[in-house]
């Protein structure tokens, strides 16, 4: 690996792009020294840096994304490792849980069913069905990898459903249910507008939601839907493009670790006025691919070997 070092210049824009203050870091880039990490990534090696939201041993991406090094632990269940899932290798019985359960809210009855989850050999199919349950019209469909997960990055290959009346999500939760505050990050897609992408995330209970225009239709094909969640920050992207970044100056980051889920959910009651009435007798979302590598480490991800095919 090839060692060189650093001049302000650089390190400025380095630092900047993520929030630093310039003036501040001049002061210490004459002492700074830098590991090349190929084309994509700088190691900054600045012993005892801490300040505006920076730490001894970050890592800057091209992008001017940060790849931070010593991250605190996150509250509530002890975060868990790295993971891949390629659904096209089957249904791991120890780490997949397909969910058999009903929620009865004020706002949404959603009665999910292992039944309609399928895998193939392009994925994962979640369907949504018209079939009567105790608190809905249609059945939905959730898939959730065993374990708690916190700070790092996440990363889906997935094509989404534009029916009205359905929504299909890919988000990182717990809450009430699990005996701990509502803390959840969220890629969501409306199926009556599918070509906008719904972010939000909850701290205790308190969400941020904005929708964000993609300039395409996400249900005539596969694309990498990926958050990147820090102590200080939460940044979204599709297709590896940055889409909205929230940090904590701006509204309380989620802390508590929590369980990776994706699903395909009908409306019913006031979600309606968001979601609209589900007309279809049968509909289908595909995932591919769901993978995590915790904050500060590497490891294998979706992005590794994404291309944007057509959906089966």
């Not at 300039?215 to 990498?224: Q, W």
């Not at 670790?257 to 589900?278: D, F, I, K, Q, Y």
Request: aromatic share 8%; net charge negative.
């Amino acid at each position: 690996m090839a060692q060189s070092v650093l001049g302000p210049s650089l390190l400025t824009s380095a630092f900047t792009a993520c929030g630093a203050n310039p003036a501040w870091l001049r002061s210490l880039a004459p002492t700074a020294g830098a590991t090349e990490a190929g084309s994509h990534e700088l190691e900054i090696s600045v012993g005892g840096l801490s300040g505006d939201g920076l730490h001894a041993g970050d890592r800057f991406r091209s992008d001017g994304s940060r790849r931070p090094g010593r991250i605190p632990p996150n509250s509530g269940r002890p975060a868990r490792g790295a993971f891949i899932v390629d659904f096209a290798n089957g249904h791991n019985h120890e780490t997949h849980l397909l969910t058999n359960w009903d929620i009865d809210a004020s706002w949404l009855g959603v009665s999910y069913r292992a039944s309609n989850i399928a895998y193939g050999q392009h994925g994962l199919s979640l369907m949504s069905r018209r079939e009567a349950s105790p608190v809905s019209s249609h059945t939905s469909a959730e898939f959730q990898y065993v374990g708690a997960y916190g700070y790092g990055r996440y990363e889906a290959v997935l094509r989404a459903l534009d029916a009205p009346g359905v929504v299909t999500a890919f988000f990182v939760y717990t809450g009430a249910d699990r005996g701990e505050p509502h803390d959840e990050i969220d890629v969501e897609i409306v199926g009556r507008a599918p070509g906008n992408l719904h972010t939000n995330f909850f701290r205790d209970g308190k969400g941020s939601p904005i929708d964000i225009a993609l300039g395409f239709n996400t249900a005539k094909g596969h694309h990498l839907y990926a958050f990147e969640w820090l102590p200080d920050s939460i940044s979204w992207s599709v297709d590896g493009v940055p889409i909205r970044r929230v940090t904590s100056d701006q509204a309380p980051i989620p802390t508590t670790t929590g369980r990776v889920m994706a699903s395909l959910w009908a409306a019913n009651r006031s979600s309606v006025e968001w979601v609209g009435t589900p007309t279809f007798e049968t509909a289908t979302a595909n995932v591919r691919c769901i993978s995590h590598v915790p904050a500060g480490e590497t490891g294998r991800q979706c992005s590794d070997t994404f291309v944007p095919l057509a959906g089966p």
